[in-house]
């Protein structure tokens, strides 16, 4: 006997993991035999008991989080190597031990077998995210496994886990480090340097998920001048510098994005980078200056982050899109993306249709885009795949 409460499915409600679906929801539960608290580690059994997989609780429209579809004790070493999997995938395919990266997701939730986790890699700095109560309390053997599989070369582990959290989990809950401390907040991109703030940017201080993405940008920008909107730290205005961009203007509402993107302007190219930063919103400034530039990137943050939000969010994408269609000169680009889990590609790409229709503009489709290796799609779990992309030529 393991101890652990045990979850009973309703009658057929097992073959969605027996699929190797890492949820179950909660409609699918029939009892809880035992006492748990949210975040909790439970066995989930049949109705007629047989056993089907073990994960975290919580409640929530996701009741139970899978980690394994085996009975585990999920100790120290157990999470060792669940995270030494996803750091031996990760060499194998070329990210770790690339001289010209040293930044990447070491693990991506459900695309490496554990839901409710991020952790990403910071030259020499861990920055976990917990998305469930479960994850975050296994924060400590996390921290273990992180310096057992890394020795000498980790520095510091940020947890970064109080806005994900959400306010109904995060009282008490501080942002702070769990191993060492401030480290040197540099990074090198595809050979760009990078200046990432952790503690006080967005997300786990930077967007990893577009490094082949703002690659393709360097590629198509010589000679042209681009619009990056929405630029946070100024990945994409960076790369079309260094691909020979004839000049480079960055967008940003927010002051603090706006000299994020300077500094690693300066860091890469000093102070006679052909290069502009507006803190202006960036709908209006689509508005405001039509026609001028020959690649424009609208690379926004997620319009919706539950489903009562879609329709207003796929609107938005509509209006942006447009207006981008529409500004970008004859023979343009645009590099368009969502981040939006709930807005699916059927949704995303409806929308760009839309804009395109209403311009009247001849559009085509040059490439579909997503996010790289290191945020690995399970094939069980296409939700996972939540950044969507189209590059479009604009006659």
């Known amino acids: 006997m393991s101890g652990l409460a045990k979850v009973i499915l309703n009658a057929g409600k097992e073959q969605s993991p027996k699929r190797f679906h890492p949820w179950i929801f909660s409609g699918a539960i029939n009892r809880i035999e035992g006492t748990v608290q949210d975040g909790d580690v439970v066995e989930v059994f049949t109705n007629k008991g047989e056993y089907v997989c073990t994960g975290h609780i919580q409640n929530g429209s996701i009741a139970v989080r899978i980690f394994s579809f085996q009975q585990v004790v999920p100790d120290e070493s157990f999470w060792k190597e669940k995270i030494e999997k996803a750091y031996n995938y990760r060499k194998a395919i070329g990210i770790i031990g690339n001289k010209e990266t ?8 459900e695309g ?64 702070g480090y769990l191993f060492g401390e401030d480290n040197v907040k540099q990074v090198l991109e595809n050979g760009n340097t990078i200046k990432v703030d952790w503690e006080e940017g967005q997300k786990t201080g930077f967007f990893l998920d577009q490094r082949e993405n703002r690659k393709l940008v360097g590629q198509y920008a010589k000679g042209k001048k ?14 079309a510098l260094r691909g020979g961009a004839s000049e480079v203007h960055s967008v940003d509402s927010s002051k603090t994005a706006i000299k994020l993107t300077d500094d690693n302007i300066a860091l890469n190219f000093g102070s006679g980078a052909k290069q502009t930063s507006h803190v202006a919103d960036a709908f209006d400034f689509l508005k405001d200056n039509q026609g001028q530039y020959d690649i424009i990137v609208v690379d926004p943050p997620a319009f919706a982050k539950h489903r009562d939000a879609r329709h207003q969010a796929v609107m938005g994408y509509k209006r942006l899109n447009a207006l981008a269609i529409q500004g970008v000169k004859p023979g343009g680009l645009i590099f368009t993306f969502s981040c939006s889990q709930v807005v699916d590609k059927p949704l995303f790409y409806g929308a760009i249709t839309a804009a395109a229709i209403e311009t009247g503009r001849t559009v085509r489709i040059l490439q579909y885009l997503s996010q790289p290796a290191d945020h690995p799609i399970s094939i069980y779990h296409p939700e996972g795949e939540y950044l969507k992309g189209l590059l479009l030529f604009v006659e």
């Open 112 to 175: 490496d077998g554990m839901p409710g986790l991020v952790i990403d890699y910071y030259n020499g700095s861990a920055v976990i995210q917990a998305h469930s109560v479960g994850m975050h309390s296994e924060k400590e053997k996390i921290v273990s496994a992180l310096k057992a599989i890394y020795g000498d070369e980790l520095k510091s582990v940020y947890d970064k886990s109080k806005e994900s959290l959400g306010d109904k989990y995060n009282e008490g809950v501080e942002n």
């Open 226 to 239: 681009v619009l990056d909107c929405f630029c946070y730290a100024g990945g994409f205005s960076l790369y």
């Open 102 to 109: 040293n930044a990447y997701r070491l693990v991506y939730g």
